[in-house]
């Protein structure tokens, strides 16, 4: 079925109640704790989360607030920006495909191949033929990962325009964000209609293996709830377990 994000809320529902949905998001968070410890020692299975979504739509807090805490050792993130020379010479999934998790990881992929259906795609540098052989290649990769034991999670945080020119806006007048602001950021969202028509594509096209979450984000605390929820449902489903004791025979 085919998704229309004009017709998706990006907020929460009425009878959400922020205090009793800010509790369960911490009973959510020791969970993942747990489980992540688990998955960590087994090294049977890893864990890919993806972060997409427009500009602003919060993508570094939710990374922040609910991977803290996990071990450093257990988790990476890894933040897709304009491909470098080398990489530009290599097939689009080149530079992805090294950096996935392997067994016992937790990998954050903060953007990802999906930028090379969708800004490639909106600025019109591939053409119609390409991006639909892009959908196929995504669909086996991810098809790859899931057989080998690495489970995929993909979240679109779902912002409203509205909500977006205010953090962008609010980039140049906090000293705490100045280094986030791009002034390219605002002629990106002069194509906010191609943008949600190449990510509904992405959905359509590119949900067969992997699931997409479309997280309303326009308020964190409720964004952060559904992002918790379903990464520790996931790691529950994968069900790791502590390692048997092994000694060493005399």
Known sequence: MAIKLSE?????????EKDRIKR???KYLVKIEDLQKKLYAEEKKALLVIFQGMDASGKDGAIKNIFRGLIPMGVNVHCFKKPTEEEFGHDFLWRVHHVVPRKGMIQIFN???YEDVLIQRVHKWIDEDTVKNRFEHINSFEKLLEDTGTRVLKFYL??????QLERLLERKTNPEKHWKHN???MKERELWDDYMEAYEDCFKHCSEHATWHIIPADKNWYKEYLIAKYVCE?????????PALVENEA
């Not at 779902?158 to 909500?163: D, M, P, V, Y």
């Not at 996931?234 to 502590?242: C, G, H, I, S």
Request: charged share 40%.
């Open 8 to 16: 998706i809320s990006t907020v929460e529902p009425k009878d959400a």
């Open 234 to 242: 996931a790691l529950e489903e994968m069900d790791p377990q502590w």
């Open 158 to 163: 779902h912002i409203s325009k509205e909500a």
């Open 183 to 185: 002034p390219d950021d």
């Open 111 to 113: 953007r990802s191949h």
């Open 24 to 26: 369960r998001t911490e």
